[in-house]
């Protein structure tokens, strides 16, 4: 078989949440919101000439076969309206339009003549108009050059108008007309990279003068990384630093081309987002045996299995994160539960006290529906405000919440710090088994990405009503994790990954092809009704996806790289 051997250059975009500002602050947001409100409005004057520009055009063009087939849209749309208004009087869709039926066909058939005709001679008309058109793109181009001017001038940063440039050219390419936008304090924000950076100047201590993130700080989810936003006098950088979630390595090799950060303001909340591009060659496929995985999760008694596999050879095993692994999370759930039970004695004495007094607006606000909450942290919130919001003769109630605060924050810090432990032993876990699997074999079937593949197994407790804590599970082990380390790897080491059609992995008997119908939830074991064979359910899933993804490698020329 033909391998690939090229060195492409592949572009990737890696993004980074933020955490919350009531956990660490965007550093210089002022500058930033500063530099939005230029960008807005330099994206609205860029609109404003692209209006202008395309109105000119049409001017010139215009001609007699443009005047009919605008006539004729016109018609078109009223023959529709016309037929909605006659279904919306009848209450019915089938009703009687077979009036209409012929002048919409006539109508039709005379616009598409026209619009054949408009596309035959388009480069003609367009090029006895030439000096015309030319005039209208000279001045627009002017235009929009004064406009990047006036915004650098107004201390907008380059990288940032050059962006909302090429932005503006990317979709008059491929959307047709650009709207103006309202300015709501959200955008986004580029540093461009002349020549691109490599990745170990800008990540955990590096001194690039455009782009930096910090190291990681032990028992800290959370770091900072910057970007440029400008220049101070003495010419060094003015930085953008938010606190991001570095939730995966930026390639080792790569060449960073471009940063971008945005602000999205959702449900009332300021959220910042770090893209990095990157350039990376693609790595040359190597050689190897074929191993097929199936990803999602399943309660055994030794643990949680998170994936079981099978390779070529007929070797296989379970991927499982040990009990005792698991055991802090049931310090977590003790604590939670503390906290719950705790919040749950305070919280009717609260509202037994409120009830019986006149509120101003701020706390009706804040306090409404207040018996039904479930979020410790809101309640929290609350109380903090509340500090800042004091009420007559609240002495010893504020007391008491303030009491119930502070337990909680320090129950509420102590079981996050426990599960970020479990989180990051378990990614580790991952990663080694990623790396063993990328350094053994070359091809790696897994089923194509659904949310439902990763979600639980069916479990019996379920099916028989006992409730588990069959969500949190699937938090703690992360089938998702597990399945980004295993992508990761693969790529880093040049593993083609092949991905295949979850529809036919479970249900299909791997040793003589019947397909049963039964209940998975009974046992992780199953005895096919056609063969009679007894077999692991997940093993047999991992053989399906083994054999699909080596056929569909096999009658397709294509490789899929990237799943
Ligand atoms: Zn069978």
Not at 27 to 51: D, F, K, M, P, S
Not at 54 to 60: E, F, G, L, T
Request: proline share 3%; aromatic share 8%.
């Amino acid at each position: 078989m033909k391998r690939q051997t090229d060195n492409r250059l592949a572009t990737r975009v890696y993004s980074y949440g933020t955490v919350p500002a009531r956990i660490a602050p965007v550093n210089n947001a002022e500058a930033a919101a500063g530099q939005l409100r230029l960008a807005n409005r330099l994206w609205n004057t860029l609109v404003a000439i692209e209006h202008t520009r395309i109105a000119a055009y049409r001017r010139i063009m215009f001609d007699e076969h443009q005047e009919r087939i605008n006539v004729l849209r016109e018609q078109l749309d009223a023959f529709r309206t016309e037929i909605q208004a006659r279904r919306k009087a009848a209450r019915a869709k089938r009703i009687d339009t077979l009036d209409l039926a012929e002048p919409i066909a006539n109508a039709k058939a005379e616009m598409s003549a026209l619009m054949v005709i408009q596309k035959e001679t388009r480069q003609q008309r367009h090029d006895t108009k030439r000096t015309e058109l030319t005039i209208v793109q000279e001045r627009s181009n002017r235009r929009v050059k004064k406009a990047r001017q006036a915004a650098a001038n107004m201390g907008l940063f380059w990288g940032s108008y050059n962006d909302i440039v090429q932005r503006m050219d990317a979709g008059r390419k491929h959307h047709g007309e650009l709207g103006f936008r309202r300015f709501t304090g959200d955008g986004t924000l580029t540093a461009q990279i002349m020549g691109g950076a490599k990745v170990e100047r800008c990540v955990g201590g590096g001194n690039h003068t455009f782009f930096q993130v910090d190291g990681a700080t032990p028992g800290q989810r959370w770091r900072y990384a910057r970007m440029r936003i400008g220049s101070n006098a003495d010419r060094s950088p003015v930085w953008l630093g938010i606190p991001i979630v570095y939730h995966r390595e930026l390639p080792e090799h790569g060449d960073i081309k471009s940063v971008s950060m945005s602000r999205r303001t959702v449900d009332g909340k300021i959220r910042w987002q770090l893209n990095v591009t990157v350039n990376t060659v693609a790595p040359v496929l190597k050689q190897g045996a074929a191993i097929g995985i199936d990803i999602g999760w399943r309660l055994l008694p030794e643990g949680v299995r998170v994936a079981y596999w099978e390779d070529e050879h007929g070797i296989h095993d379970q991927v499982l994160v040990a009990r005792s692994d698991l055991e802090q999370f049931g310090k977590v759930r003790s604590l939670r539960s503390i906290s719950d039970r705790s919040r749950d004695e305070f919280l009717p004495a609260l509202v037994e006290w409120l009830a019986g007094r006149e509120l101003a607006e701020p706390w009706q606000q804040r306090t409404s529906h207040l018996a039904q909450w479930r979020s410790s942290d809101r309640v929290a919130e609350l109380v903090r405000w509340w500090s800042d919001n004091r009420l007559d003769g609240d002495k010893e109630i504020f007391a008491a919440a303030n009491g119930w605060r502070r337990q909680y924050l320090h129950l509420a810090h102590w079981w996050r710090n426990l599960q970020d432990q479990m989180t990051m032993r378990l990614r580790e876990q991952y990663r080694v088994f990623a790396a063993n699997v990328a350094s053994r074999y070359g091809v790696v079937s897994i089923e194509s990405f659904d949310l439902r593949n990763v979600a639980e197994k069916p479990q019996p407790e379920e099916e028989s009503g006992i409730v588990t804590q069959a969500n949190t599970y699937r938090q703690i082990v992360s089938p998702s994790m597990f399945r980004g380390a295993l992508v990761n790897a693969c790529k880093r080491e040049g593993v083609e990954i092949v991905t295949v059609d979850a529809a036919y992995t479970t249900r299909h008997c791997h040793a003589c092809g019947h397909m049963d119908d039964w209940a998975q939830a009974e046992s992780v074991h199953h005895r096919c009704s056609g063969c009679g064979s007894l077999w692991d359910q997940d093993r047999n899933a991992a053989i399906n996806i083994l054999r699909s993804g080596m056929t569909k490698r096999a009658s397709s020329s294509a490789v899929t790289v990237l799943p």
